[in-house]
Structure formats: structure tokens, C-alpha cells
């Protein structure tokens, strides 16, 4: 998928108007204010929803396929990155039937590692850029941050907003330095983080979400799962709901991408009747959603295999990554 709406665009069809940033803040802070009893009942109440047997099964493998398999750490290495490749070419050593997750997400240095690892597979590499997950530092550094990951062959970049400019009510800064980024990335997509749990409200999840659409992401992220609290299920509908609405207004179709706190299969099964429920059946592609996670392939593995056994696997059957 690729995003070929513009700020220009919607500036031509009167969407939204970004001579100024007050322009741009009365139809931020013109969308509908966020009806927070009912968001929260309707995520609990999709919540409650099952999904058995046959239908379990394919929303599995459906969710396994949807993964960005994720190492975001200060002492990741690159035997720790090539390890985590290997699990993606081949998740269950024992079953060849397991699907391979979307994508392996990685800091930007490791990107050259995991492209030589996945050689030969479809598994994309996603880079985290704009200095994650801060994204504190000068423009100049972001934009140079993005240039690296793509130059080591990146397929896909996951950068931060800048939640400070966001606060200061500096929204034609945060828009633009989306719109710099997205030029930066090349053929490359682009997931815009909103760093959810920092935005404090759901009024505000609205506002940065349009941001990141209108800025030409192809993704909007929640996080970047080093804040809490991260993918809950009222904000990964609200951020549904707004990819909704922006393809109405539009006709632009936009991904989602909640990271987080997604552990268990019945985390993730949540999530697809989120978007099952929202956006509809078109959405339940991993060309449009993708979870970030590092521990949920592990269990969405052990209960693949109690499906298919009728008994629960140990711990020690899956890899520890």
C-alpha cells in the first residue's frame, strides 16, 4: 500500500486549510470531540466478543501474519537480531504450516543485518527513526536518522512525532515534519507513532491521528511501547474510528498499527474484531494492519499447536527471544 493522498489534496478539496498554524488548530480542534463513556463501553463491549474454533484457528495464523516481530533494545546485538529473523523464516521449527510475521522491526543500524537474514523471503524490515523514542533531536538529525535506515535498505519506517511541538499546540510543525519524513523515506512506508500515552487525551489521540494521515503516512501507530499506558482497546478503536472517517472524507485508505502491551492471543483477537467491527473486512490484511509485539508469536504458536493437538505445549517449545 501506498499513500498517494496529499497535504495539497486536501488543501484543493477545502478539507482542511494549512496556510497557518490557526488555521490548522480550528479544524484539529473542530472534529468531533470523543465521546469517552461511549468509546470505552463499545471497545468493552467488542471486547467481550469470542472467536472459536475454526474461525480461532485462521485468526491465528491471520495475526501471525500481522506481526511486526519486535527487538528495541539498548543491548540488542546483531546475533540477537539474526536469531529473531530465523524464528520469522520459520516460526515453529516442527510445523512448516505456520505463516512468517510481516515485518521484524529494528533500530536503524541493525536494518543491513536483517535485510541480509531475510534474504530471500517477503518479510519486510521496518526501521524506528526521528531518534525513538524521544524524537528528541533537531530536524536535521531525524531526516538524516530516516536517510540512514532507508540508504541499509529499510522497506518501511516507524517514526515518532514530536509530542512537545504537539502540546505547545505547534501542529503545522509536527504536520510538517511528517510531510519532511514521508519525502524522506522514498519508496519506502511510512508509520507515524503518536506516543498515545503521552497525548493524554482521547481528543488529542484525534487530532494527532489526522496529523499523521494528513502528513502522507501509510500507518498510524499508537506507540512506541516504551510508554505506558500504550494499545489499549478504546484508543486502538478511536484511532479505528478516525481511519474511518478520513476515508470517508477522502477516499484515501490509511494502516493501523497498535504496539504495546499485545501479549496473548486473546489480545490479539481482540484487536481483529476492532477492526473487523471498524473499518471492515479490507482492513484484516496485514497490508493495513499490523501489530507490534515482541512476546505475542510465542503465544499465538503454543495455542496453534492446542488447536491442532488438543493439548497445551510447555513453555520450552517455542524459542525465548
Not at 498510524?220 to 489499549?232: D, N
Request: proline content about 4%.
Amino acid at each position: 500500500m501506498s499513500n498517494s493522498f496529499s497535504l495539497q489534496d486536501a488543501a484543493r478539496s477545502g478539507l482542511v486549510d494549512v496556510s497557518s498554524n490557526a488555521s490548522l488548530t480550528r479544524f484539529l480542534h473542530g472534529l468531533p470531540g470523543v465521546d469517552l463513556v461511549g468509546l470505552e463501553a463499545r471497545a468493552a463491549m467488542l471486547g467481550t466478543r469470542s472467536i472459536k474454533t475454526t474461525a480461532k484457528a485462521e485468526g491465528i495464523d491471520l495475526a501471525i501474519r500481522m506481526i511486526d516481530l519486535t527487538t528495541l533494545e539498548g543491548m540488542d546485538t546483531r546475533g540477537k537480531v539474526r536469531s529473531l529473523c530465523a524464528k520469522a523464516r520459520r516460526p515453529d521449527p516442527y510445523d512448516a504450516t505456520v505463516p512468517s510475521p510481516a515485518a521484524i522491526c529494528v533500530y536503524g543500524d541493525m536494518v543491513g543485518h536483517a535485510k541480509d537474514a531475510l534474504s530471500g523471503t517477503s518479510i519486510k524490515v521496518a526501521a524506528v527513526a526521528t531518534a525513538f523514542p524521544s524524537g528528541r533531536a533537531s530536524p536535521r538529525v531525524k531526516l538524516m536518522d530516516v536517510q540512514d535506515a532507508v540508504a541499509q535498505g529499510a522497506d518501511e519506517i516507524d517514526m515518532v512525532i514530536d509530542r512537545g511541538a504537539f502540546h505547545e499546540g505547534r501542529y503545522l510543525d509536527v504536520l510538517e515534519e511528517i510531510i519532511a519524513v514521508k519525502a524522506a523515506c522514498g519508496n519506502a512506508h511510512l508509520k507515524v507513532i503518536l506516543e498515545t500515552g503521552e497525548l493524554k487525551t482521547y481528543d488529542n489521540i484525534r487530532r494527532a491521528s489526522w496529523l499523521g494521515m494528513l502528513g502522507g503516512g501509510d500507518f498510524i501507530k499508537t506507540s512506541t511501547g516504551k510508554v505506558s499506558p500504550a494499545a489499549t482497546a478504546p484508543v486502538v478503536l478511536l484511532m479505528l474510528q478516525a481511519i474511518r472517517d478520513f476515508h470517508k472524507s477522502t477516499g484515501q485508505i490509511i494502516g493501523m498499527k497498535p504496539a504495546g502491551g499485545i501479549r496473548t492471543t486473546k489480545d490479539a483477537m481482540k484487536m481483529l474484531v476492532l477492526v473487523k467491527e471498524t473499518l471492515g473486512d479490507r482492513w484484516l490484511d496485514p497490508d493495513l494492519f499490523r501489530i507490534g509485539a515482541s512476546a505475542l508469536l510465542n503465544d499465538l504458536l503454543m495455542q496453534r499447536t492446542k488447536l491442532r493437538t488438543g493439548a497445551y505445549s510447555g513453555p520450552d517449545y517455542v524459542t525465548v527471544d
